[in-house]
């Protein structure tokens, strides 16, 4: 019969710690299993509210890390921040998501102007060649 035990204690010099496990579970006085995998706490669950405002908190969050990545910043690193008012929480939320929107279109804009200059960088040898053409014509026009 098998005997659940809580715990064991086994004296002795630390290399030989193997060689006497083995020796006691040959013996069959013990038998060692792995430890359940059982979290030691859980969290309670939020309330309705709180899970509310952790998501409010997260969009915020995402939008001003958004926002400093569209303007080619870096996060801040983490700190406290002093505790505020649900006023001061929701002004701070609609300027994140106002700032985002205009970042993102900022970055827009200047993706199509980069794409546009990258378009008027391939073809000014075209239009060079053609301008040359053009002062040439002018100045043989003129000396009929």
Do not use: C, K, W
């Not at 004296?11 to 979290?39: N, T, Y």
């Amino acid at each position: 019969m098998i005997v659940p035990m809580a715990r064991a204690r086994i004296l002795g010099p630390r290399f030989r710690l193997d060689e006497a496990i083995g020796v006691i579970q040959d013996v069959g006085v013990l038998h060692l299993a792995p430890p359940r995998d059982v979290p030691l706490a859980e969290p309670p669950p939020l309330a309705p509210a709180d899970r509310r405002r952790r998501r409010q908190l997260e969009r915020i969050l995402d939008d001003s890390d958004a926002t400093i990545a569209a303007l080619g910043g870096s996060p801040p690193l983490v700190r406290a921040a002093p505790r505020t008012d649900v006023g001061t929480l929701a002004r701070a939320a609609r300027r994140a998501a106002r700032v985002r929107r205009q970042a993102e279109r900022l970055g827009a804009t200047l993706a199509a102007l980069e794409e546009e200059q990258a378009l008027i960088d391939r073809y000014r040898g075209f239009f060079g060649a053609f301008r040359a053409l053009e002062v040439a014509r002018v100045r043989l026009a003129n000396v009929s």
